[in-house]
């Protein structure tokens, strides 16, 4: 035994000496040693040459930086090390603090439900209400009236149940409004429940456009006391083909929102009106939200309207009224990306990640199709309580200028008129085949882009071509002439942009441009660029 003894000391002993030597020989690697290593550069620096002098500096100052760097790392890893062990213990106090607040939280729920149910009880119910707040905190599942009441569900519906409240039963609405709460779109799944029996009515497919501007613009006399110019009306229709976005502007008071609003009741289909609030700034303003916690989402009119207007034949309208309260490209930027894509296939907005079953039914893995029979028309003010609107959103809309109040008028009563959303589109694909824009006047429209991107640095682009080619054919076949219709969208849609141009270069000129129109086009013809021309000299 006392030769193992003796063997274990010595191996331990060993061991004990190798690691105090390894100890001390870093310490004297990084901290002690340094005596040395000068005291050997010292000796060596004057005997050796400029290159070997320069070449000797470095490699201290190597040394040095690595010795630092080993230090710090070290100190660096203690310093930190206590700092993880400090967090654990705080985090620890934080986790244990809110476990004990969940439980209150379920307890006072739990009590709550208990209450509940004693006050139904009391009521005449029998059945006991079961306890659904743990299962919307913890689990991903929507709790549907037939788990929650007992009442067997069949496809959404409730059947064969009753509900013995006040000793009788509950009433057809009151079973339908049941049927919404296992959707997570209430609102949504009442459009569905209301165009289950739907029969379309019968539309009239033989009315022309020329014929829709003279009926509608009777209609707003006759039914709804509004005067609306035939041009005004011209430009109305017209502007729908080229844009789903219509931004009616001018002074109050002249009709912005309600020829929207009276075209749409014209059409039997009347428009939603959506209040444009300062606080908008993003998509959830207008499409709505899904609530984590309840499980439903939170549903907007305009969401409503959009969901609708699938299942609807007729031409549909959302009105965003004063709608530069807030800033457009901000709350209306996802709309605006999906009504560029060139396929109506893609004309879908995302509304939550993934579909469930109980769904409404034209939503597609929680996408809403944006149908190509709506329309977006919004109002807008030029005050101090405004934003301005950017070109982003000019470009890609339709402006409508409403300056003017139409002297009233005496005509024949005329009642709404319903054509399909298909026939408006085919009317407006006939006009472009029956009035394309004249070979004179597209190279008049080459020379005064010519003029413009000397002189001015504008230039048309391919979205305003575009727009031209579908405006100025179906102005035409409202009755309007090509050159005017040529001359609104010049007014509106190009010349507008030497509002933010240089003021001083602008001013002088404007006078050689508006020469170089009339000579251009004659001197009786494009009006509206003149006029307009001719403020923005006045306002400079």
Same mark, same amino acid.
């Given at each position: 035994?006392?030769?193992?003894? &003796?063997?274990?000391?010595?191996?331990?002993?060993?061991?004990?000496?190798?690691?105090?030597?390894?100890?001390?020989?870093?310490?004297?690697?990084?901290? *002690?040693?340094?005596?040395?290593?000068?005291?050997?550069?010292?000796?060596? #620096?004057?005997?050796?040459?400029?290159?070997?002098?320069?070449?000797?500096?470095? =490699?201290?100052?190597?040394?040095?930086?690595?010795?630092?760097?080993?230090?710090?790392? !070290?100190?660096?890893? #203690?310093?930190?090390?206590?700092? !993880?062990?400090?967090?654990?213990?705080?985090?620890?106090?934080?986790?244990?603090?809110?476990?004990?607040?969940?439980?209150?939280?379920?307890?006072?729920?739990?009590?709550?439900?208990?209450?509940?149910?004693?006050?139904?009880?009391?009521?005449?119910?029998?059945?006991?209400?079961?306890?659904?707040?743990?299962?919307?905190?913890?689990?991903?599942?929507?709790?549907?009236?037939?788990?929650?009441?007992?009442?067997?569900?069949?496809?959404? *519906?409730?059947?064969?149940?009753?509900?013995?409240?006040?000793?009788?039963?509950?009433?057809?609405?009151?079973?339908?409004?049941?049927?919404?709460?296992?959707?997570?779109?209430? $609102?949504?799944? !009442?459009?569905?429940? &209301?165009?289950?029996? +739907?029969?379309?009515?019968?539309?009239?497919?033989?009315?022309? =456009?020329?014929?829709?501007?003279?009926?509608?613009?009777? %209609?707003?006399?006759?039914?709804?006391? =509004? +005067?609306?110019?035939?041009?005004?009306?011209?430009?109305?229709?017209?502007?729908?083909?080229?844009?789903?976005?219509?931004?009616?502007?001018?002074?109050?008071?002249?009709?912005?929102?309600? @020829?929207?609003?009276?075209?749409?009741?014209?059409?039997?289909?009347?428009?939603?009106?959506?209040?444009?609030?300062?606080? +908008?700034?993003?998509? *959830?303003?207008? !499409?709505?939200?899904?609530?984590?916690?309840? $499980?439903?989402?939170?549903?907007?009119?305009?969401?409503?309207?959009?969901?609708?207007?699938?299942?609807?034949?007729?031409?549909?309208?959302?009105?965003?009224?004063?709608?530069?309260?807030?800033?457009?490209?901000?709350? %209306?930027?996802?709309?605006?990306?999906?009504?560029?894509?060139?396929?109506?296939?893609?004309?879908?907005?995302?509304?939550?990640?993934?579909?469930?079953?109980?769904?409404?039914?034209?939503?597609?893995?929680?996408?809403?199709?944006?149908?190509?029979?709506?329309?977006?028309?919004?109002?807008?003010?030029?005050?101090?309580?405004?934003?301005?609107?950017?070109?982003?959103?000019?470009?890609?809309?339709?402006?409508?200028?409403?300056?003017?109040?139409?002297?009233?008028?005496?005509?024949?009563?005329?009642?709404?008129?319903?054509?399909?959303?298909?026939?408006?589109?085919?009317?407006?694909?006939?006009?472009?085949?029956? +009035?394309?824009?004249?070979?004179?006047?597209?190279?008049?429209?080459?020379?005064?882009?010519?003029? @413009?991107?000397?002189?001015?640095?504008?230039?048309?682009?391919?979205?305003?071509? $575009?727009?031209?080619?579908?405006?100025?054919?179906?102005?035409?076949?409202?009755?309007?002439?090509?050159?005017?219709?040529?001359?609104?969208?010049?007014?509106?849609?190009?010349? &507008? &942009? @030497?509002?933010?141009?240089?003021? *001083?270069?602008?001013?002088?000129?404007?006078?050689?441009?508006?020469?170089?129109?009339?000579?251009?086009?004659?001197?009786?013809?494009?009006?509206?660029?003149?006029?307009?021309?001719?403020?923005?000299?006045?306002?400079?």
């Amino acid at each position: 035994m006392s030769e193992f003894l &003796k063997f274990a000391f010595e191996v331990l002993s060993q061991i004990v000496y190798n690691l105090t030597a390894a100890l001390a020989a870093a310490a004297r690697l990084l901290i *002690t040693g340094w005596k040395e290593y000068f005291s050997i550069f010292f000796t060596y #620096f004057p005997t050796l040459g400029i290159l070997g002098k320069v070449l000797s500096a470095l =490699l201290m100052a190597a040394l040095i930086a690595i010795a630092v760097l080993a230090v710090f790392l !070290l100190v660096r890893s #203690f310093v930190v090390r206590r700092r !993880l062990k400090k967090d654990r213990t705080d985090n620890a106090e934080l986790y244990r603090e809110i476990g004990r607040l969940n439980r209150q939280v379920l307890n006072l729920i739990e009590e709550k439900n208990k209450i509940l149910a004693l006050k139904v009880n009391a009521m005449g119910g029998t059945e006991h209400i079961p306890y659904m707040g743990a299962s919307a905190l913890t689990e991903d599942v929507l709790p549907t009236v037939g788990n929650v009441t007992g009442i067997p569900q069949k496809g959404g *519906t409730v059947e064969n149940a009753e509900i013995h409240v006040h000793n009788g039963s509950v009433s057809a609405a009151e079973e339908d409004g049941a049927a919404t709460e296992a959707s997570r779109f209430p $609102k949504l799944t !009442l459009v569905d429940q &209301k165009y289950m029996d +739907y029969v379309q009515p019968v539309f009239d497919d033989q009315i022309t =456009l020329e014929e829709l501007v003279d009926c509608y613009r009777r %209609f707003a006399c006759t039914q709804m006391h =509004l +005067y609306y110019s035939e041009e005004i009306i011209r430009r109305f229709v017209a502007g729908m083909s080229a844009s789903k976005l219509l931004v009616l502007e001018g002074i109050s008071g002249t009709g912005k929102t309600s @020829l929207p609003h009276s075209f749409s009741r014209f059409l039997e289909n009347p428009a939603t009106m959506v209040s444009v609030q300062p606080s +908008y700034r993003d998509r *959830t303003e207008l !499409l709505g939200y899904f609530n984590e916690f309840s $499980k439903r989402f939170n549903e907007t009119e305009f969401l409503r309207s959009l969901y609708e207007a699938n299942y609807r034949q007729e031409p549909s309208m959302i009105i965003l009224d004063e709608m530069n309260l807030a800033r457009i490209e901000y709350y %209306f930027a996802e709309m605006l990306s999906v009504l560029e894509m060139p396929s109506h296939d893609e004309w879908v907005v995302d509304l939550v990640p993934t579909g469930w079953e109980n769904d409404p039914k034209l939503l597609f893995g929680g996408k809403i199709q944006v149908p190509d029979s709506i329309w977006f028309v919004g109002t807008a003010n030029n005050d101090d309580s405004t934003f301005t609107i950017t070109d982003k959103v000019y470009d890609r809309a339709m402006p409508i200028e409403l300056n003017d109040r139409a002297d009233p008028f005496e005509c024949l009563p005329q009642g709404p008129v319903r054509i399909t959303s298909q026939h408006l589109m085919a009317m407006f694909e006939k006009a472009k085949q029956d +009035y394309p824009i004249s070979p004179a006047t597209e190279a008049k429209l080459e020379k005064l882009d010519s003029y @413009l991107q000397t002189r001015f640095r504008l230039s048309f682009g391919n979205r305003i071509i $575009k727009q031209m080619h579908d405006f100025i054919p179906v102005y035409v076949a409202c009755g309007g002439k090509e050159l005017d219709g040529m001359d609104y969208i010049v007014a509106r849609k190009v010349l &507008k &942009k @030497l509002e933010s141009m240089n003021i *001083t270069f602008v001013r002088d000129e404007i006078r050689g441009l508006i020469e170089y129109i009339e000579k251009v086009f004659g001197k009786s013809n494009m009006p509206d660029s003149k006029a307009y021309l001719a403020r923005i000299q006045n306002l400079f």
